[in-house]
């Protein structure tokens, strides 16, 4: 026997279930933006802003790489680390394609204090400031994020400094709630 459902309801039979009838699915929606960018596509973007950006954020990669950051690689190049005994990597931002860096991420991980302080850092390296609706970030005007270049390479330093101090905060942050 097989069990049947019938417009919601459920006609006696076996173990088996066959929709007979009843209203249809939604549609499937396919969203035509892709969602992921190569890393060649990234570059070639970034250089169109400022060409010195490309290799700029190569230097960095490499240097921020000792902490475990790493980039992914989806609609910009998000910079993530691993964190020991967390659900998720962490998010320490995210470079948009138009040269604009998002710290807004890292506030779903470490929370409004760290988050805030981590903004702050970098607010004070550029005469920025910290935006607090939509996440806590780093911005110039109070509403877009700042020009990478506005970091790089003057400022990097400081910048692994304070991603550096991020992570350690989330560590401890971890290790508390355990």
Known sequence: M??????????????????????????????????????ALFYEELAKRDPALPTEVKAFLVEVAELGIYPEFANSLNLK????????????????????????????????????????KLA?????????????WLTT????????SSLLPKHKQAWIDAIRDVIKAYETQIQQEA
Do not use: C, M
């Open 2 to 39: 097989v069990r049947q459902l019938y417009r919601g309801e459920f006609i006696d039979g076996a173990d088996n279930v066959v929709l007979i009838g009843g209203p249809e699915p939604p549609p499937v929606k396919i969203n035509a933006s892709p969602k992921t960018i190569t890393e």
């Open 141 to 148: 005007n109070g509403k877009s994020a700042p020009l990478l």
């Open 124 to 136: 004070d390296l550029i005469d920025g400031q910290v935006a607090t609706h939509d996440g806590i």
């Open 81 to 120: 680390v691993d964190v020991a005994d967390a659900a998720k990597p962490l998010n320490v931002g995210y470079i948009a394609r138009n040269g604009q860096l998002w710290t807004n991420p890292v506030s779903g991980s470490v929370g409004t204090t760290v988050a805030t302080q981590y903004a702050q």
